[in-house]
Every structure is written in structure tokens, then in C-alpha cells.
T-cell receptor, first 112, second 110 residues
């Protein structure tokens, strides 16, 4: 049974650029959630996808968008990057109505 | 609005010195309360799920308990390898999303 895999592990972007982060869910998990974790803070919920549809969103602007593919892998896209977007981005997968998530190791994004 | 508050923010203990971490929560119908461990630069690692008041779970030196308003993570005779950030999170019956607290940074001195 494979876990949750995220790529890339580290990324440096310039303010105003766009970025795409990728996530492969744990085998059999059809729900994926994305979190942003700033340094010294707990993870903040961005959005969740189930069967390729967004079914929940946190307090993040529309420039944060996502996709889920038929194989349940997922992407997080962020447009017009701002310095405050620098954070660890975590992907987590689960079964619907299941209890708890399995997290990937995250992508460390630095915006300069 | 669902909320999770963890205390203390940071805790330094000597090896073998037992203590407890607190997680206070407000949620409109609790589906589950979770404890995760997070090492620097890594994703959270699942420890426990608690579903109802009075429930307890144990794993090695860790024991988690739950009441209607808070949860405790008790650490008995900790070792330096227990040093990490411990995150508490809740999931409501309204939706599947999990809301996290800010965590407690635990440092065990040898």
C-alpha cells in the first residue's frame, strides 16, 4: 500500500508567478484535501475534492484552485503569488465519511 | 465556527518527566478528534482518533483522552525521540474537513 506522494519537495518562485503542486493519493482513497501550513502554525484547510468535484473550501481567495483526476491524483494551482504564500503545502487523502487523513510530506514553497 | 486551541505552545521536559498536552475544542457535532505528530519539514503522522467522551487510546508512551470540551495527550516517561510538534484536530458531522490547532512543540532533553 503506497502512501501519499507530493512533488516537488521544494520550490522557489517569484512574486506574481504561478505555481502547480502535485499529489498522488494513497491507493483506494478518492477524497483529497489540501492544507497550507505557515511556519509555527497549524495546517489551514484550503479545499477538498471528491470524485473530481470541489466539495469544501476554506478562507482562501480564488487564485487558489485545484483539480482532481480520474486516478484520484490532484493538483493545487496558485496564481499571482504573494510573499505570504510562502508555506508548507500539505496534501491529505482519505475515504469519504472516513475518520482521519493520511498526509504527504508536503511541498515547501518559498516566494521571493 | 469550529475551533481548536492547544496549550501550551511549547514544552520542554527532561527525559523521563511525564506531562500532558491540552486540546480545547468547539465543534457543532463531533465526528472525531485526532492527534497527529509532526517532525520538522514533514507531514503530520497519525496517532489517534477519539470519537466520544470518556474514550481513551494508548500507544507506547502516549495516551489520549477525550471529554465533551477537551482532549489530553499524556506522555509517560518521554524519551528524546518523542520531541516533535503534536497537533490536535477535529472533524464535525457537518462536513469532512479537519480543523487543526496550532500545535504544541515538545522538546525532551536527554
Amino acid at each position: 500500500e503506497t502512501g501519499v506522494t507530493q512533488s516537488p519537495t521544494h520550490l522557489i518562485k517569484t512574486r506574481g508567478q504561478q505555481v502547480t503542486l502535485r499529489c498522488s493519493s494513497q491507493s483506494g482513497h478518492n477524497t483529497v484535501s489540501w492544507y497550507q501550513q505557515a511556519l509555527g502554525q497549524g495546517p489551514q484547510f484550503i479545499f477538498q475534492y471528491y470524485r473530481e468535484e470541489e466539495n469544501g473550501r476554506g478562507n482562501f481567495p480564488p487564485r487558489f484552485s485545484g483539480l482532481q483526476f480520474p486516478n484520484y491524483s490532484s493538483e493545487l494551482n496558485v496564481n499571482a503569488l504573494e510573499l505570504d504564500d510562502s508555506a508548507l503545502y500539505l496534501c491529505a487523502s482519505s475515504l469519504p465519511q472516513n475518520y482521519g487523513y493520511t498526509f504527504g510530506s508536503g511541498t515547501r514553497l518559498t516566494v521571493v | 465556527e469550529d475551533q481548536v486551541t492547544q496549550s501550551p505552545e511549547a514544552l520542554r521536559l527532561q527525559e523521563g518527566e511525564s506531562s500532558s498536552l491540552n486540546c480545547s475544542y468547539t465543534v457543532s457535532g463531533l465526528r472525531g478528534l485526532f492527534w497527529y505528530r509532526q517532525d520538522p519539514g514533514k507531514g503530520p503522522e497519525f496517532l489517534f482518533t477519539l470519537y466520544s467522551a470518556g474514550e481513551e487510546k494508548e500507544k507506547e508512551r502516549l495516551k489520549a483522552t477525550l471529554t465533551k470540551k477537551e482532549s489530553f495527550l499524556h506522555i509517560t516517561a518521554p524519551k528524546p525521540e518523542d520531541s516533535a510538534t503534536y497537533l490536535c484536530a477535529v472533524q464535525s458531522v457537518r462536513d469532512d474537513k479537519i480543523i487543526f490547532g496550532k500545535g504544541t512543540r515538545l522538546h525532551i532533553l536527554p
